[in-house]
């Protein structure tokens, strides 16, 4: 779904970096949502904003915080990276209808890997 | 909060047979429950979902249950196809109105 971008989409980093990713949308949409993804663990969310002046944690947000920048962009950052950050990292976004959640569009999502 | 536990964590099947994956949920107050399929490499899509109002849910081969009392849905795949072959996650809707996933079943159809 092109309506949802990340960057980048591969990132090889050392143990205590800083790094950002970083996800846009143009799909309109107030919510946004950063999750990983680990073998056997399926989605878990990170950080959630339901609109620019709402940020929220997640199920695993230590070790992360998130910038909503605009209704469109919405970046993670790891302040330090460990090597246990290494995984799939997908950004999300998502809206209300009459009330009620719609469905969550993914990104292509950024595979990390910290060295 | 919300939990959902997702059975099987994987599953084959000959091609042309149905498959069938179970998705539990803790929170009576879930109202929502959408089903992704995520091909090797690819991102999750949407592929089918349904609201507590309803029971079942149809489109093509694809079916999705809901018991609301014993908190339970299942994704139902019939006639199954070399191309169903993927990880399927099941969801449901936590009270803070996001979604809590399932580790997801990885489907293999046999040709």
Redesign the interface.
């Known amino acids: 779904?092109a309506d949802v971008t990340q960057t980048p989409r591969n990132r090889i980093t050392k143990t205590g970096k800083r790094i950002m990713l970083e996800c846009s949308q143009t799909k309109g949409h107030d919510r946004m949502?950063w999750y990983r993804q680990d073998p056997?663990?399926?989605?878990?969310?990170i950080y959630?904003s339901f609109d620019v002046k709402d940020i929220?944690k997640?199920?695993i947000s230590d070790g992360y915080s998130v910038s909503r920048q605009a209704q469109a962009k919405f970046s993670l950052s790891l302040e330090s990276a460990i090597p246990n950050q290494t995984a799939l990292y997908?950004c999300a976004t998502s809206d209300?209808l009459a009330g009620?959640?719609e469905?969550?569009y993914?990104?292509?999502?950024t595979r990390l890997l910290v060295l | 909060g919300e939990n959902v536990e997702q059975h099987p964590s994987t599953l084959s099947v000959q091609e042309g047979d149905s498959a069938v994956i179970k998705c539990t949920y803790s929170d009576s107050a879930s109202n929502y429950f959408p089903w992704y399929k995520q091909e090797l490499g690819k991102r999750p899509q949407l592929i089918i979902d349904i609201r507590s109002n309803v029971g079942e849910k149809k489109d093509q081969r694809i079916a999705v249950t809901l018991n609301k009392t014993a908190k339970h849905f299942s994704l139902h795949i019939t006639e199954t196809q070399p191309e169903d072959s993927a990880v399927y996650f099941c969801a449901a809707i936590t009270g803070a109105n996001n979604l809590f996933f399932g580790t997801g079943t990885r489907l293999t159809v046999i040709p």
């Not at chain 1, 056997?40 to 969310?45: D, E, N, P, Q, V």
């Not at chain 1, 993914?106 to 999502?109: A, D, L, R, S, T």
């Open positions: 779904d949502y056997g663990l399926g989605l878990r969310l959630y929220n997640g199920e997908f209300l009620e959640l469905t969550q993914f990104g292509p999502g």
